[in-house]
């Protein structure tokens, strides 16, 4: 059970770091991010290719990670920003979908879509089972910790101010003299690089990526989870993701105390309740479960 | 407009998880061996996940009824994959963990049987799979041995398509691949025992996935002028291409694989386009008693042929190979006396049997034994995986009608 439990931890934890990045986007500056998967594909791609056929150190993947998936949103920064919301929506969403054909053309770099196998996973040295399951959600949490405590010395600085601003009036921004692309772009990289790292710990974890698994389904559970916590809070990313992934794995455990529905029908019967959870939760607690800081 | 405050919410969601707590009998008893049932019920698997899983079950119930294996019931767990290794990963991890499952069973796609694999090697238990990637056959896959394999490799599916392009007769071979992994292993199969036949592949193509039109693609293969057109595809592009082909009057033959040229694809064009396709498959064991059986239970259970679900066949096989090594082990057996056991009642030498009752009357007379799967004879080479005998269809006046079976 407890390593089930530090299972749904660990991924729970790379969906609350996928979250962070996209509040950072959507609910503090306003940037309807339909493409979120994209920069984790590069994240986890980067991370395998560089600690399998790269023989390089798992710290360097990491760190390339974070780099490369935040090079990446700045030229879709440069290019889109001064694009109305919606547009922005559909040329991130076009940009993940990208990002998946190329690591399923680019055979030579990520062996296309055979995946790339056999990706070490980390603290392997500790043997498997609890103390490794452990080590790895110590990592995880402190670099959760990090990115949390990072947004909350953003939000109270004069930058932090000034996205908010940008969310809530970009034309009395520009009236103000600010160039609210020029911030724009930076908010984007620096929550590109943050599903980057996730990405890196998504590859590390599940030890075997394939482009099937960077679908613009993750980009939605990812909306979903920032929905359900409340947007523009960083408690809000938090319990949103917890709660979405005790909506998916908690649902496994219906069979135990739902009579009358076969094995078979369950997964089926499960789906629909981790639905109905949702349209519920939308129904009678729109705000998201932390309240909307935005509407406040 | 909401009635709900934080706290009630909260006590809600601890309610959910002190649901999730309820004790789910972790200690095994001694009498019983729990197995876990992984199968794609939601998702790209989910023409095939519920009559795997049925047919686990369905197959379970007859090795208890003849009065278990190795002196134990065997319990099913059954989960879903969703046909996503995250999803799978997940669940194989609340089996293992939290059920003390000591084998899964019925993993569908490859994404999902390498991601599990690591997993179950941990724990030291057998993962019994239906996935089509050469990878899970080797280290790190199968390091341990401990994954059984029991569908043809994509890569054997393309070695039986240069074989039957042999026998026909053609010269100028062309492929086309849907781009994924499977798609892409059936052609490039074809390819390495073609040109070791000495022969040329005049055309390649791959193509992406869920366009409305495949002209370009078709226009640069036709401009080869190959006799055949070699196929790694599936039914709805398949179907786009060859009316499209028709359409443009070229003159060609196609191989293509049973899962793409079946029924619905005839009954999508009509009997003049689909003349002379010739579709191949892993034939099931039709003719042996343990298909019949096998065929009489899934018509039961899903009101359809068995023929129509090969992997259904798979994982029916799965529970009765699994059962007799556990009879063969003898009572109380760990994981590993078993694992050795499962080539031993798979694989001749042995008494041929077709059923888990015939086999255990004959392990208990202390003959040897080789179960004749329903899926195929189910022999194991080194690395644990299958090598089945493919069936040879042509498609004529629009219906399949089988004229040869290859052997690779």
Redesign the interface.
């Known amino acids: 059970m407890e390593a089930y439990l530090a299972a749904i931890a660990a991924i729970a934890l790379i969906y609350v770091l996928l979250s962070l990045g996209l509040t950072l986007h959507y609910g503090l500056t306003g940037l309807i991010n339909f493409g979120h998967v994209g920069f984790f594909c590069i994240g986890a791609y980067a991370a395998a290719i560089l600690s399998t056929t790269g023989g390089m150190p798992i710290v360097v993947g990491f760190v390339a990670a974070a780099v490369l998936a935040g090079l990446a949103a700045w030229p879709i920064g440069l290019v889109s920003l001064r694009l109305r919301d919606d547009y922005f929506a559909i040329v991130t969403l076009g940009f993940s979908e990208t990002v998946r054909l190329v690591v399923t053309s680019e055979r030579w770099l990520t062996n296309g879509v055979q995946g790339i196998p056999g990706i070490p996973r980390l603290f392997e040295g500790l043997g498997v089972g609890m103390p490794s399951a452990l080590a790895i959600l110590g990592v995880l949490l402190a670099v959760n910790a990090a990115a949390v405590w990072l947004f909350f010395r953003l939000v109270k600085s004069p930058f932090g101010r000034m996205i908010e601003a940008i969310r809530d009036n970009e034309e009395a921004v520009r009236a103000l003299g600010k160039d609210p692309a020029r911030f724009k772009i930076r908010v984007l990289m620096l929550g590109a690089a943050l599903a980057g790292i996730a990405g890196a710990f998504y590859a590390h974890y599940i030890g075997y990526i394939v482009p099937d698994q960077f679908i613009p389904l993750v980009t939605f559970y990812v909306w979903m989870a920032i929905i359900m916590g409340g947007v523009g809070r960083i408690s809000g990313a938090i319990v949103g993701s917890l709660l979405l992934m005790l909506f998916l794995e908690g649902s496994r455990f219906l069979r135990d105390v739902v009579p009358f529905i076969s094995a078979v029908d369950m997964a089926s019967v499960r789906i629909g309740a981790v639905g109905l959870a949702l349209v519920l939760f939308t129904l009678y607690r729109p705000q998201g479960l932390m309240g909307d800081y935005t509407r406040r | ?2 009635t ?1 405050n ?1 706290r009630t ?1 909260l006590g809600g ?1 601890g309610g ?2 002190a ?2 707590a ?1 004790p ?1 009998s ?1 200690n095994a008893q001694a009498a019983t061996f729990r197995i876990g ?1 992984l199968n794609p ?2 998702g790209a698997g989910s023409p095939y ?2 009559g795997m ?2 047919m686990i ?1 369905a197959a379970v119930e007859e090795v208890n009824a003849a009065g278990g294996a190795g002196g134990r019931r065997i319990e ?1 767990f ?3 994959s ?1 046909t ?4 799978a ?3 194989a ?2 089996l ?3 059920n003390n499952v000591r084998a899964i069973v019925g993993t569908w796609s490859s ?1 999902v049987s ?2 599990v694999v ?1 997993l179950t090697n ?1 724990a030291n238990i057998l993962l019994l799979n239906t996935s089509g ?1 050469p ?1 899970l056959s080797v280290p ?2 199968n390091a341990k041995g401990l994954s059984y394999r029991f569908q043809a490799t994509n890569d054997r599916f393309g070695r039986a398509f240069a074989e039957i392009a042999t026998r026909e007769g053609f010269k100028r071979a062309a492929t086309m691949a849907f ?3 499977s ?2 292993g059936n052609t490039n199969g074809f390819k390495r025992a073609w040109e070791a036949k000495g022969n040329r592949v005049v055309a390649e193509v791959v193509y ?1 996935p869920n366009q409305p039109s495949y002209r370009a693609e078709l226009q640069r293969v036709l401009a080869a002028r190959p006799d055949v057109i070699v196929m790694g595809s599936f039914l709805p592009d398949t179907t786009i291409i060859l009316r499209e082909w028709f359409q443009s009057g070229e003159n060609t033959r196609w191989i293509i694989p049973g899962w793409a040229a079946n029924p619905q694809l005839i009954q999508a064009l009509g009997a003049q386009v689909t003349e002379g396709i010739i579709s191949v498959d892993s034939v099931s064991n039709e003719r042996a008693p343990s298909f019949a059986h096998f065929d009489q239970v899934h018509r039961r259970a899903m009101n359809q042929p068995g023929a129509s679900n090969v992997y259904a066949a798979m994982t029916w096989d799965m529970v009765i190979t699994l059962a007799l090594a556990m009879e063969a082990a003898g009572p109380n057996a760990d994981m590993a006396a078993i694992n050795a056991k499962m080539r031993e009642v798979a694989n001749p030498p042995g008494e041929e049997v077709y059923t888990f009752a015939a086999g255990k009357a004959a392990l208990a007379a202390g003959r040897a034994i080789n179960y004749q799967g329903a899926s195929s004879v189910l022999d194991f080479d080194q690395f644990g995986d299958v090598t089945p005998d493919f069936g040879v269809f042509f498609i004529t006046k629009g219906q399949l009608e089988r004229r040869y079976v290859v052997s690779i």
């Open positions: 407009m909401t709900m934080r919410l969601v959910a998880l649901l999730t309820v789910v972790v049932a019920v939601t996940g519920s899983q049925k079950l099913v059954a989960e879903d969703q996503s290794p995250q999803a990963v997940l669940a991890k609340k293992i963990e939290v994404g390498l991601a690591p941990d990637a990878a790190p896959a781009n994924n992994a798609g892409i992406e």
